[in-house]
């Protein structure tokens, strides 16, 4: 079983940057997509990126698309989102996620994702 615990939200100013993180224990992420997922008050829970289990491959959602990137660290067990020039439509409760895989592979999954973390606020301003 595998829990994952973000962290790096917060209140920032339209035009600004975050860098979330999400850390895994209890288990490992390697040969695990890994993905963000998010959801803005009144709204349905929404894809934002996804990486390979082998971190050679993202998938962006065309909202954020050229202004963030998401990346990993196997070794810390960790993956990351980073975002910048926030806008208040950025606002919502950012989730990641994992997927079992026996393998390491390109896939960039959008759905099914096995493990949750909580979930951390980001409060863009305008």
């Known amino acids: 079983q595998v829990q994952l615990a973000e962290s790096g939200g917060g209140l920032v100013q339209a035009g600004g940057s975050l860098r979330l993180s999400c850390v895994a224990s209890?288990?490992?992420?390697?040969?695990?997509?890994l993905a963000w997922f998010r959801q803005a008050p009144g709204k349905a829970r929404e894809f934002v990126a996804a990486i390979s289990s082998n971190g050679e491959i993202t998938l962006l959602a065309d909202s954020v698309n050229g202004r963030s990137t998401i990346s990993r660290d196997d070794a810390k067990n960790t993956g990351y989102l980073e975002m910048h020039s926030l806008k208040p439509e950025d606002t919502g409760v950012y989730y990641c996620?994992?997927?079992?895989?026996?393998?390491?592979?390109?896939?960039?999954?959008?759905?099914?994702?096995?493990?949750w973390g909580q979930g951390t606020q980001v409060t863009v301003s305008s």
């Open positions: 209890g288990g490992t992420v390697k040969r695990k997509p």
């Open positions: 996620a994992a997927k079992y895989s026996a393998i390491y592979s390109n896939d960039v999954p959008r759905t099914n994702y096995d493990w």
